[in-house]
């Protein structure tokens, strides 16, 4: 096989009470094509990412180096639907993309896991590419190096929606706000709830649901860099959400409830400030997925 296209699926990480330990991901999905070639190349890139330093590369690479092989690809940015910079796992795309094309080119010599662990290296932790890899609601861990994670089904009931606005909120900045320590109340807070995340999930059971996604760990510390969130998620209760939550570092918010709540909540927020916007998210059930190349020559 010379050419293989992937496409990955947009993620939300935490989940609330879950910091640094589940995603789920959604039906956004950015589309990547990879050939063997004799160098480096890229097509479709902002010319500022057509370098070394393209997590999509960087994955491809560390696969080809695991298992031997030549690390010589052209990579082709096809369509982005993630919003970048937004918390909705845009670079976990590029790390899941590169690495499952990598060993796909090459026979597919590494397990889904080792693909997880090579993605989990990269990224830091595996909360985003857990889901991109997998698809669903996966919770995860790392031990001793070692990723582990289970994927569970997310009750159809639910009804999600993001809420983005005209501005970035940095990973950085999201990670320099909270705090070295904690209280131990507000660990046994989370961790009482991340127990009972996934079933509250599965069976859609919203007084679970709003339970569960409550934080004391990462959330009051940032909500404070998110400009007028207060009044969004005042809105987003007043239409009907069950959970408001921050999906990953931001900017994105991410509202669980009972029915579509997206033409009401715009309408409510269209006068706000920041131009925030709501948009109706399904859950992806497949995470990476293969699509024949058209270009492939096998």
Known sequence: MQAVTVRVPAT??????????????????????????????????DPK????????YIAYKAVCEKIGVPNGVKITQNAIEVPVSRGLGSSATLTVAGAVAANVLHD??????????????????????????FGGLCVSLTDDGVPFSVCHTVSEDICFTAIY?????????????????????????NLSRVALLPYAFEKGDFALLRAVTRDKLHEPYRKPLFRNISEIEAAAYECGAVS???SGAGSTCLCISKEPIV?????????????????????????AV?????????
């Open 165 to 189: 606005p005209n501005f970035e909120v940095a990973t950085r900045d999201a990670r320099a706000v909270l705090p070295k320590e904690v209280d131990r109340r507000d660990a046994i807070y």
């Open 290 to 298: 293969i699509e024949e190349d058209a270009h492939e020559k096998a």
């Open 244 to 246: 408001f939550i921050i």
């Open 49 to 56: 990412f057509c370098n070394e330093e393209n997590l999509a």
């Open 263 to 287: 033409e009401k909540l715009n309408e409510k927020i269209a006068p706000l400030a920041n131009e925030w916007r709501a948009y109706a998210l399904r859950v992806d059930k497949n995470g």
């Open 12 to 45: 939300s990480a935490n989940l609330g009470s879950a910091f640094d330990t589940a995603g789920i991901a959604f039906d956004l999905y950015n589309v990547f094509s990879f050939e063997k070639a004799e160098a480096l190349s890229f097509e479709g890139f």
């Open 108 to 133: 597919r010599p590494l397990s889904d896991m080792d693909i997880l662990a090579v993605c989990t290296e990269i990224e830091g932790h595996p909360d985003n590419v857990a889901p991109a890899l």
